[in-house]
């Protein structure tokens, strides 16, 4: 497989989590260059990660794993944007910061490079070069994360106070998204 075709397939896979960076840097107070790094590094490890486990489960395991990795993403991400949604709508006299948080960025990693953990099963059976391949989605992910992340910083300026709101609603949207890709299209 070519270098080219890796970084289109690298490319689509870091999507889901250039989306989520965007709401991360929309509603997280402070959010600068260290948190958009930070989160480069959550969403980049998780795509690099992924794909390597999924080329070591191999293609035995692939049904099981299609069967249900749509559900998990679509519930961690709902849960997530849920949250958010809910605390857009309570009232604070005093304005809170919202910091990233690793537990945040570590369920938001996962649910994004999901689809990764099945390309790397597909490599598996292509007899694709593992290392390079997962270096190549990792390291575009981390810069589509920071790219996001910084993206979002200045939407949240123009949006400031529906940021959380709107940010809720692009995680359930990418939640929606996976869960609809895989039930009815089988993707």
């Given at each position: ?55 070591f ?33 309570e009232?604070?006299?005093?304005p ?31 007899y ?60």
């Open positions: 497989m070519t270098f080219c075709v890796i970084a289109m397939i690298a490319l689509g896979l870091s999507m889901d989590a250039f989306a989520v960076a965007i709401s991360n840097g929309v509603c997280a107070k402070p959010f600068g260059f260290k948190e958009s790094l930070l989160q480069g590094f959550y969403f980049g490890g998780f795509q690099f990660l992924m794909p390597v486990i999924g080329w489960l191999g293609s035995c395991v692939k049904s099981y794993i299609a069967a249900f990795d749509h559900w998990i993403a679509f519930i961690l991400l709902a849960c997530i944007g849920g949250n958010m949604l809910k605390e857009s709508f009232k604070s006299e005093v809170q910061e919202r910091r990233l948080k690793a537990n945040i960025l570590f369920l938001q990693a996962v649910a994004t490079s999901i689809d990764a953990l099945a390309v790397g099963i597909g490599f598996a059976v292509l694709v070069d593992i290392l390079q391949a997962a270096t190549i989605i990792g390291v575009i992910s981390f810069v589509m994360a920071c790219l996001g992340g910084m993206l979002g910083k200045y939407l949240g300026n123009f949006l400031q106070t529906k940021a959380e709101f709107v940010g809720g609603l692009v995680l359930i949207g990418i939640g929606l998204k996976i869960w609809i890709e895989h039930l009815f299209f089988g993707k």
